[in-house]
C-alpha cells in the first residue's frame, strides 16, 4: 500500500514520492526549512528525479495533477513533523494552480492540517505563462492575507522575469543554479545576481540561492547579501523523515 495515496491515484502506487531538500542560512549552515520535490521510487528502490517522468518539463499541464499530488503529500508529511523549531515548506506551483483554485486548495490543506501562518511558501515558476496577469495577482494577494509566503521561483531565467515582480505580490526570489554555479568567475552570470540581490534588498524581499554545491559559492554570496541557499553544499533532496532528521 502507498504511503502517499493521493500521489497513487494519480501516478500510481509506490511510484512518485516527495522528497525534501533542506533550505539553510548561509552564516552558520542552520536549516530553517525545506522544498517539497518529485521524485520517482524505481522497482529496484533507485530514485530518479523529476525528468525521468516528466517527458515534456515538470511544469507542463499534462503533469499539474502529479505536481499538485506532490505539493499536498509533503503538506501531509510536514504537518505530521514535530518541529523542534520554526520552519518551511516550499511547494512547487504553476500558473494554472492560480486560476482553477489549486494554489487556494494546498493552502486550505495547510490550514487544515495545523501548519502555522507563514510556513508554506508557495514557490511560483517563472517557466509557465500567466495569461489573466490581474487574476494572479489578486489570488497571490488572497494567499499572502492568509499568511501564505510568495516566492518566485528561477528568477532570471524566464522571459518576464521583471515584469512579474513588478505587478505580483512577493515575499521571496529564487536565484536559478544556472547563475549561482557561475558566481565565484568573472562574468555575466556575477553580474546578474549582483543585480538581483541589489533588487531584492531595495524591494525588501528575501533571496535564496539553488543549487549551492561549494564553500566558495556559499563565501561570495555571503559577501554580496544573499543570506539563505539549497544544495549539495548542505543536502541533496531526502525522502521526508531522512530530511527531517537534518534539523
Partial sequence: MSAFPELAAVAGPGRI?????????????????FEALARWRRDDGGVEGAASFF??????????????????????????WRRPRAAHLSVNII???????????????????????????????EHHALPDMPAAAAELAALRD????????????????????????VDALKIDRSFVSRITEPGVESL???????LARALG????????????????LLA??????????????????????LF
Fill in 192 to 198: 546578474v545576481i549582483a543585480a538581483v540581490l541589489s
Fill in 17 to 33: 514520492e516527495p522528497f525534501l531538500q533542506p533550505v539553510a542560512r548561509l552564516s552558520d549552515g542552520a536549516l530553517v526549512g
Fill in 224 to 245: 554580496r547579501g544573499c543570506t539563505l541557499g539549497q544544495g549539495g553544499l548542505f543536502a541533496m533532496p531526502l525522502p521526508a523523515a531522512e530530511a527531517f532528521a
Fill in 55 to 80: 517527458p515534456n518539463g515538470p511544469w507542463t499541464d499534462e503533469n499539474a495533477e502529479i505536481g499538485r499530488a506532490v505539493g499536498a503529500a509533503a503538506i501531509e508529511a510536514f504537518a505530521a
Fill in 146 to 169: 492568509r499568511g501564505v509566503r510568495i516566492a518566485l521561483d528561477d528568477f532570471g531565467t524566464g522571459h518576464s522575469s521583471l515584469a512579474w515582480l513588478a505587478r505580483l505580490p
Fill in 205 to 220: 524581499l528575501d533571496v535564496i540561492a539553488e543549487g549551492l554545491e561549494t564553500e566558495a559559492q556559499r563565501a561570495e
Fill in 95 to 125: 500558473g494554472r494552480d492560480l486560476y482553477d483554485g489549486a494554489a487556494r486548495r494546498l493552502a486550505d490543506l495547510a490550514q487544515a492540517r495545523g501548519i502555522a501562518p507563514g510556513e508554506l511558501v508557495l514557490e511560483l515558476t
